[in-house]
Nanobody, 120 residues
């Protein structure tokens, strides 16, 4: 089970941190990813972190967002800085055995997302 939280309203240039709690799954051995879906658009992968802590980002968020994880708390985080109105979306997380799984994103369950709204 996946539950994202911590979204809200931010001003352009501001910051937010969203979190995702994972339950019912083995977390430490899986890679984790943050996705977002803006109104009228497809869901996109924005950041990934491997079980060893290797991070990767979509070009649109590189240098502004930072993904991290706490294996003891079974939680993955996304720190979002220098927010832009185009970052407005519902943010979701998911986990998988590797980056290929995260990129395919053909998960059976997505869990609850959290809405991030960036005002200009």
């Amino acid at each position: 089970q996946l539950q994202a939280f911590g979204g809200g309203l931010a001003q352009a240039g501001g910051s937010l941190r969203v979190s995702c709690a994972v339950s019912g799954s083995i977390f430490y051995s899986n890679a984790a990813g943050w996705y977002r879906q803006a109104p009228g658009k497809q869901r996109e992968l924005v950041a990934t972190i491997t079980r060893d802590g290797y991070e990767n980002y979509a070009d649109s968020v590189e240098g502004r967002f930072a993904i991290s994880r706490n294996n003891a708390k079974k939680t993955v985080y996304l720190q979002m800085n220098s927010l832009k109105p185009e970052d407005t979306a519902v943010y979701y997380c998911n986990i998988g055995p590797g980056l290929a799984t995260l990129h395919r994103a053909d998960f059976g369950s997505w869990g609850r997302g959290t809405l991030v709204t960036v005002a200009s």
